[in-house]
């Protein structure tokens, strides 16, 4: 995992969505994340923060969430997601 926002996100960065495939949030690089839902596109967007395998989240509507990855998994706030492709 990586630390945080100076460092980069290297670790946490890519798709991740629900063993459903209806939830995919992408962290991207410089920061940002962009979750899709079912047909939604762009539900929800804003930036986030990584410090050490937590992750703080601030949307652009300005409401925060929390994850944190765990065995390879994100544990975000009631969502359970993996990396895309490797869902269980």
């Known amino acids: ?3 945080n926002t100076e460092e980069g996100h290297a670790g946490v960065v890519g798709m991740w969505v629900t063993a459903d495939g209806h939830i995919r949030q992408e962290l991207c690089a410089d ?6 839902r ?4 762009s539900a929800y967007t804003g930036r986030y923060t990584v410090t050490g395998s937590h992750i703080d989240y601030v949307d652009d509507s300005g409401f925060t969430a929390t994850g944190d ?11 359970v997601l ?5 869902q269980a």
């Open 31 to 36: 920061g940002r994340y962009d979750e899709a």
């Open 69 to 79: 990855i765990r065995g390879g998994v994100l544990y975000h706030e009631h969502l």
């Open 1 to 3: 995992m990586t630390g």
């Open 38 to 41: 079912g047909s939604r596109r």
């Open 82 to 86: 993996y990396r895309e492709g490797q």
